[in-house]
């Protein structure tokens, strides 16, 4: 039997068709239903035991051999046109090109500010514990600090949650690294908060964190202003307001001129001309020693914003649920960047 196969393999591998109706006299010849390969699967019933697996193995080599034979032949008229020359000075339509969502874009320029200043990223999980989103951040059970920001726990174990700040990722760093540690943390953050045109129960954060001996307030100054002026432009006037954060000693908030010039400013500013674009502060010696840190030689400073508000503020978005839409007509907006 396997020499008969053999025959009928050298006869299919010969086998050169004119046009499409050889190939599919061909076809039912070989994988019709009462084609030669039938016929084979046939014999094979009688075939004795031992011999069963040569003569199965070299009848199903022949069959894919077949397949592969029929495969190879393609008198479509498809075919055939793609044979003339396409025009290649055609214009190629592109339909429904995406733009990049205005967080990425932000997000993206904020990291290349600071890591033109030496700091890289460092990213944690969006499912947190309490010791790294409050305890460790010098904010432990029943302290009133924790009202400040709603958090989602997760019902059967009120011990993990969402994370409600990405300064969760300033511990985890701090726990597995050690000074000098500049790092950046990108990411996204939940809240228990009334959605509305100013707040969401999901928005993005980015974290900032330097340790090292000696650093100073004067250097959170001095880098807050570098990243105003980078992002905001040369001319831009900061202001720091003293503040309270239970994770910084001396805390403050950060503003940015925006000025006066027409009603609108008037009214986002409150009159003042400032807008809020952060909140920092130098690194308590709490959180220092309960990430392994020794606060008495070393120091530092955080820092963290929300990507939406910055977003906001530099493309006068005035609405922040339009940013979790996904709704092409404001998306498409943010196409210069391709
Ligand atoms: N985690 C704060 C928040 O979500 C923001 C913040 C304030 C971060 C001060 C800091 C900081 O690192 O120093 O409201």
């Known amino acids: 039997m396997i020499k008969k196969i053999n025959e009928i393999a050298a ?32 014999e094979f019933k009688n075939v004795p035991v031992e011999e069963k697996k040569e003569i199965g193995r070299s009848i199903n080599n022949l069959k894919e051999q077949l397949k592969n ?9 498809k075919k055939n046109q793609n044979t003339n020359f396409e025009d290649l000075t055609k214009k190629v339509k592109v339909n429904n090109l995406g733009s990049r969502h205005p967080l990425s874009i932000i997000e993206e320029e904020i990291i290349e500010v600071f ?31 924790r009202d400040m920001q709603d958090t989602f726990f997760i019902q059967s174990d009120p011990s993990i949650l969402l994370r409600s700040h990405t300064s969760s990722v300033q511990v985890r760093h701090m726990e597995n690294n050690s000074p000098p540690i500049r790092i ?4 996204r953050v939940y809240r228990n908060e009334a959605i509305s045109s100013r707040a969401h129960c ?60 027409n009603e609108n400013d008037y009214r986002i500013t409150k009159g003042t001309g400032w807008l809020e674009i952060l909140g920092c502060g130098m690194v308590d010696p709490n959180v220092l020693e309960n990430c392994g840190i020794d ?9 963290g914003m929300g990507i939406e508000r910055i977003v906001m503020l530099k493309y006068k978005v005035d609405d922040i649920r339009l940013f979790f839409e996904n709704d092409v007509r404001f998306l498409k907006q943010f196409n210069f960047s391709l």
Do not use: C, M
């Open 11 to 42: 006869t299919v591998k010969g086998f050169l068709p004119k046009n499409k109706n050889d190939v599919e006299v061909f076809r039912i010849k070989y994988l019709g239903k009462s084609g030669v390969l039938n016929q084979l699967f046939e």
């Open 69 to 77: 034979k029929i495969s190879s032949f393609d008198f479509s008229e």
């Open 115 to 145: 890591s033109s200043i030496g700091f890289s990223v460092a990213e944690g999980p969006e499912i947190e514990d309490d010791w790294h989103n409050f305890s460790a951040l010098n904010t432990p059970e029943e302290h009133p600090a």
């Open 184 to 187: 950046l943390s990108p990411g």
């Open 202 to 261: 999901l928005f993005h954060q980015i974290e900032g964190l330097y340790i090292d001996k000696d650093v100073s307030f004067a250097d959170l100054k001095k880098t807050l202003l570098f990243f105003a002026k980078k992002l905001f432009g040369e001319n831009s006037k900061i202001r720091l307001r003293p503040s309270f954060f239970p994770f910084t000693e001396p805390s403050a908030e950060v503003d940015v001129y925006w000025g006066l010039k």
């Open 295 to 303: 606060p008495k030689k070393y120091t530092g400073f955080a820092f």
